[in-house]
């Protein structure tokens, strides 16, 4: 990270392996694609193309008919989320008031997924 960044950890997410079934186990991954959309995710392993890593999230359960959802890993495994902001502005007005704010939701949506998951 450059030296006139800034990094402010916000929150942590738990990941679960989501597999076909039991038996996906011990596969060699080679990766192929990288996927931004949880449900598009979920619906390729699904259909038997893959195993994934994936956040622990309110969606997940509806496609758990189809798929094996592990419990969330170890915190180890934990997603972090972190606000990276310029140092030179660290002290104005403004960008006080959005790490506040950010920091505010970020503890909303990690109590909601505390909640959640478990």
């Keep these: 990270m450059p030296k006139a960044a800034l990094v402010e950890p916000l929150l942590t997410?738990?990941?679960?392996?989501i597999?076909?079934?039991r038996t996906d186990r011990g596969i060699e991954v080679d990766p192929m694609v990288e996927l931004d959309s949880l449900e598009t995710i979920a619906i390729l392993v699904g259909e038997g193309l893959g195993v994934s890593l994936v956040p622990c999230w309110r969606?997940?359960?509806r496609f758990a008919p189809r798929?094996?959802?592990s419990q969330p890993l170890p915190a180890e495994?934990?997603?972090r989320r972190c606000l990276i902001y310029p140092n030179k502005n660290r002290n104005d007005p403004l960008?006080?008031?959005f790490r506040g704010l950010?920091?505010?939701c970020?503890?909303?949506l990690g109590a909601d997924r505390h909640r959640d998951v478990g």
Excluded: F, K, Q
């Design 13 to 17: 997410e738990p990941l679960a392996l």
């Design 19 to 21: 597999t076909r079934d």
């Design 59 to 61: 969606g997940l359960e």
């Design 67 to 69: 798929l094996h959802v």
């Design 77 to 79: 495994y934990d997603r």
């Design 95 to 97: 960008w006080s008031a």
């Design 102 to 104: 950010v920091s505010d």
């Design 106 to 108: 970020a503890a909303i």
